[in-house]
């Protein structure tokens, strides 16, 4: 009775998804992820010294830092994802940005959380109210901003593009948190790296800075693990919508 | 004057138009028939750049649709579902503001001239918000046509109009014709269609099923073929 | 040329269409006077210790009332599908970001013209600043937070829930000119000594605006596509 | 069924509907023609409870439109120019709702036993909002008939529909107008009036200009006595 | 008794709505964030005489969220006219306004929940007052923000630019409520010593909110009758 019963039989092409033969690059990444990993605890528990003022709370700048300088990476990805998005309109590189804005968002919270966690122990409050502090929390809502745009209602392409739009504005924030102790004079929150040895619980050991920066080594690669592995998800996720309306489309003849 | 080749859409994952080729002549006044959500609607939103096609290939007047745009939206007229018009403002100042926009010479009158043609002189100025769904359609008509276009993109033009404003329609669309424009015309509606275009296109699930032209204006032919495609009609 | 011809005669048909209905300018000055209202409840204004929080409340003002002005800016084209009325007219997308710009900025400008001196005066504030400053950095201000108000408005609006997107996607990106736009109002309004500071935070505020209404014009045609 | 006694309705200082005079019998299918803003749709909110009369008098069944409001409302299905329907909510989602709220038994099985009549069983679960102006005319047909009413109120129904649609919603109502369902439809579409309706309205600038029965269901009396009272259309 | 089930049907409606887009939800508890933000930089909150503050930003957030999702409640059934629908249907205007209320009201005292500790954390609040008395304080005032809120809501919606016009009449009619609240939460926060003037504030509260919700019950009638 319904001319919607009578659907054809399309010629439907499932999109081609990126390749999947790199099935070896997943597991690069994931034996370095586990193997920095692994040498990081080493470096920050053992081999590195316990500071002396904080003691061994101060072991959380290793996750601390390491944690800020991913989101970083993760949101410059989304920043540059998003303008070859918007050139080249092809829908992985939008997969990309969005897998890499949501790892951002969540390393950002994991700086959220183990900044006042140390902060408690160093200045005897959770939270204050200063610029570093400030601006990364503006990060956090703007990255909750990008997610509430790709929650909007539409298909696909529409939420693509404006997130990507909204990406590129988005990144501004990043430098300037960076920045933001560098032009602002703190009160606070230290500075390692440029001119922060002059400042308060500045300058760095020897061995911290090692301890640190297999540290940063090992979460960039757990970055780039799970930007690889939640791209795969998001494609397996996309190629299963696929084939479920191609299901539909056949049944429905 | 229209060239659609391999024309797709896909919303999501499902396919609203697939694989349309199309080639219309200038001067041509073609319906498109076809049942509920065939995508007919959508084909006519590809055209007037408001949705992208997902894959394709359209040619207008010999421009390209994805790079010419600006070019190409001064030659069409497109009449959509909604009125496209500014709801407190009068017939006369939404038509002067779109005449302006398209850099009709002399909006002013232009303005005035079409709202006397829809028959709403003694509507000119007031808010367009009370006017009942006829009179806006017939608005929204004279919105389409402000700035002479040289095609025509009408998507159910006569809904909520009344034999009087049909038949103002129906002269408008032929007296357009005859000064060469091209129109596109969507509608359920088989009686004008066949009393009015020269060619009739059937979609059927986002293909075109049935292409004709119709050298005698017969409503039965229609009614057939429309039948011999759609058959088993929902 | 048509460019900015567009953009003109678009700023002019939201303007006059406010000019006939006057609901948006009405809404937001009664809304500007509602925050002061509320403000004045929350501080004493009696007490002298306010005083050094009006350069806040007079932002606080202009991003409110301003992000109703801009919600409007949009969502007003939404009924009857206007906006697909200007989408398919031969007009770039540039152009409607400047005529909506442009209108958006003279109500803005209109209520702060209104609402300011309102607030000195019931706060009782003593200007010992420099005015001409003061309206600089309010012009900078104004114009980074509007330019990127309506950028972010068109973005919002294809939302179902447009009115409640935009603020948040507004505040956060627009905290660094709100953050310097405070600090300069006020040194302008308490504190000429410090007057290269806040022409340093002028020189910031405006590099941010000049590098955000270039990022806007650039990137509009991507959010009004369909 | 419906009584109506020198029901006017003014806004502001515009008099729409002009001391209407109107008696309607239970089980009668009444077609309201008349030109563009005539008051067609005014009369039909009216009924329906969405706008209150200026003045007169309206009786339905015997209860006064006035005080039990609430009994009406239960009485009568409404189908308005908009949907009527929940944008992000399926048809089954809608209608259910739409059932519980009218207090019908079992909601669920006749949402998706009217979905299946409106031949859309296979868009169940999808949200209206992508649907197409055919079927969401056809959920809110649906919609309106969820309740088993005994009276319909609707406005230019066949809007949008295609010709398998049409056919339906005819079935509909003459199948409900055989349970002793009275339907008043306004409609510009004189075919269709003719060949579900046994009696004819014609309202012109307010006022009832026309009452009369179709005995034979021919299109051409509809015509000619319609045009006989419009000519010069408003 | 259909008075009651109607009312929660509308409510399972809107919540359900709610629950499949999550996008009133998720903006108004980011809005909250966002609010919490802008008054960190309105006031110092390393200063301690701002913590004094808190309670007053406990209810501005409140508000302000709660006048994003008092707006959504009544614009969200303007799409294709869905208020027409329901004023169609054989249910009595009380029970629409019953409805819409319950839906309001569970999402704030969601926003609540979130929002409120966050608040504590970031503002370094230390809690040394009495939590049950508090949530007292919370439950009853933001009853009443809400059923007069959703009241004025409806009311508003008639207007075209309704998200504009709710505020404007929403904060002069609440205010006796806010500032009890206010007063109230500041005792119950703080100190504890004048709990009993904080009970005499909740009782006033109370009977205002009670007053207001026959009222608004009474009237609904003749704001939603087209
Ligand atoms: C409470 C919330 C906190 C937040 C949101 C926060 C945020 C950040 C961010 C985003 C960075 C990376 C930026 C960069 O490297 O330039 C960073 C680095 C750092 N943070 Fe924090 N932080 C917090 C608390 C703390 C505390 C309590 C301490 C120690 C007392 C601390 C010490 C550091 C150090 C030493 C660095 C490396 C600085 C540098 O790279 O120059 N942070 N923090
Ligand atoms: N954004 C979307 N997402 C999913 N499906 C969509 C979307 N837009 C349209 N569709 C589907 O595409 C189909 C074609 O829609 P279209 O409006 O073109 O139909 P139509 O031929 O104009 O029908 P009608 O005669 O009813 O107006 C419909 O089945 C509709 O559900
Ligand atoms: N609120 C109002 N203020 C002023 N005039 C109004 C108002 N509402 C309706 N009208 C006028 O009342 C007249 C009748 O409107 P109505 O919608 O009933 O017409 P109709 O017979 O349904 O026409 P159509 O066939 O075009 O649908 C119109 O001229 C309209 O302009
Ligand atoms: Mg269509
Ligand atoms: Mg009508």
Same mark, same amino acid.
């Given at each position: ?41 080493y ?50 590189? !939008? ?5 890499? $804005?949501?790892?951002?968002? +969540? =390393?950002?919270t #994991?700086?959220? *959380?183990?900044? &006042? /966690? ?31 745009i790709?929650?909007? !209602?539409g298909?696909?392409?529409?939420? $693509?593009?404006?997130?990507? +739009? =909204?990406?590129? #504005?988005?990144? *501004?924030?990043? &430098? /300037? ?74 049944l429905?003849? | ?21 199309l ?54 007229g ?21 005449g302006?926009?398209?850099?009709v010479e ?48 009408l ?41 009015i ?15 004709f ?22 | ?24 300018l ?65 007009m770039?997308?540039?152009s409607?970001y ?129």
């Amino acid at each position: 009775m319904s001319m919607n019963l009578e659907r054809e039989k399309a010629s439907f092409h499932v999109t081609e998804l990126a390749d999947e033969k790199s099935t070896l690059l997943p597991k690069i990444l994931y034996w370095c992820s586990v193997v920095s990993i692994l040498a990081a605890f080493y470096f920050i528990f053992i081999y590195s010294d316990i500071e002396k003022t904080m003691g061994i709370v101060q072991k959380i700048f290793y996750f601390h830092v390491g944690s800020a300088w991913s989101a970083f990476l993760a949101y410059f990805v989304t920043f540059v994802y998003s303008i070859l998005y918007l050139v080249k309109r092809k829908r992985i590189y !939008d997969t990309y940005a969005y897998v890499s $804005a949501e790892i951002g968002l +969540v =390393f950002t919270t #994991i700086v959220l *959380t183990t900044g &006042p /966690i140390w902060a408690r122990s160093a200045w005897n409050v959770w939270w204050v109210w200063e610029p570093r502090l400030t601006t990364t929390l503006i990060l956090w809502f703007i990255y909750m901003g990008y997610i509430m745009i790709r929650q909007m !209602d539409g298909v696909w392409e529409k939420k $693509a593009r404006l997130s990507a +739009v =909204f990406g590129i #504005i988005g990144f *501004t924030d990043v &430098p /300037i948190v960076f920045f933001a102790i560098r032009w602002w004079q703190t009160k606070f929150h230290p500075i390692v790296f440029g001119n922060g040895v002059t400042q308060k619980g500045g300058g760095i050991e020897g061995n911290m800075l090692v301890a640190l920066f297999v540290s940063l080594a090992a979460l960039t690669f757990l970055y780039s693990y799970l930007l690889q592995k939640g791209v795969s998800f998001e494609n397996m996720k996309i190629k299963v919508n696929q084939y479920k309306e191609k299901l539909r489309e056949d049944l429905e003849q | 004057m229209i060239e659609i080749k391999k024309l797709t859409k896909q919303a999501d994952n499902k396919l609203i138009l697939r694989s349309i080729d199309l080639s219309i002549e200038r001067g041509e006044t073609v319906a498109i028939l076809g049942p509920n959500g065939a995508g007919k609607s959508t084909l006519l939103k590809v055209l007037s750049t408001i949705i992208k096609p997902s894959s394709g290939f359209i040619k207008i007047n010999g421009l390209d649709l994805k790079k010419d745009y600006t070019e190409i939206k001064k030659m069409f007229g497109y009449l959509p579902h909604s009125s496209l018009l500014y709801d407190h403002y009068s017939p006369y100042e939404n038509l002067v503001f779109f005449g302006k926009v398209y850099g009709v010479e002399n909006p002013e009158q232009r303005a005035i001239e079409l709202v006397k043609e829809v028959g709403l002189s003694f509507f000119l100025n007031e808010p367009v918000k009370n006017f009942s769904r006829g009179m806006i359609q017939r608005i929204a008509i004279a919105r389409a046509i402000v700035h002479y276009p040289e095609i025509l993109y009408l998507d159910e033009p006569h809904t909520g109009l009344d034999q009087g404003a049909i038949s103002i329609l129906n002269n408008v669309i032929l007296s357009m014709k005859a000064k060469g424009t091209t129109t596109l015309m969507v509608t359920h509606d088989f009686k004008q269609a066949a009393e009015i275009c020269d060619r009739i296109i059937i979609i059927k699930n986002g293909k075109i099923v049935d292409d004709f032209r119709l050298e005698e204006r017969t409503l039965n032919l229609v009614t057939e073929k429309y039948q011999l495609q759609v058959e088993g009609v929902s | 040329m048509t460019f900015f011809k567009t953009a003109f005669l678009l700023a002019k048909k939201d303007l006059y269409s406010e000019l006939k209905t006057k609901q948006v300018l009405a809404t937001m000055i009664i809304f500007a006077g509602l925050v002061i209202l509320v403000f004045s409840f929350a501080f004493d204004p009696t007490n002298n210790t306010t005083k050094a929080v009006i350069p806040g409340v007079v932002w606080v003002i202009i991003v409110f009332s301003g992000v109703l002005g801009l919600n409007r800016s949009f969502i007003s084209e939404q009924r009857n599908d206007t906006m697909q009325g200007l989408l398919v007219a031969p007009m770039e997308a540039a152009s409607i970001y400047l005529g909506k710009f442009l209108a958006n900025f003279t109500m803005i400008l209109i209520v702060e013209i209104v609402a300011i001196p309102f607030l000195f005066l019931l706060f009782n504030f003593q200007m010992i600043g420099s005015i001409p400053y003061f309206i600089l950095i309010l012009f900078i201000g104004s114009f980074g937070f509007i330019s990127i108000g309506t950028f972010l408005a068109a973005l919002a609006a294809n939302s179902k829930s447009s009115e409640m997107l935009l603020p948040l996607l507004l505040f956060p990106i627009t905290t660094p000119i709100l953050i310097g736009v405070v600090q300069a109002t006020r040194i302008t309004l308490t504190n000429m000594g410090k007057l290269s500071s806040a022409l340093a935070w002028a020189q910031l505020i405006s590099a941010y605006d000049v590098i955000f209404f270039v990022l806007c014009i650039l990137l509009i045609d991507y959010v009004l596509e369909v």
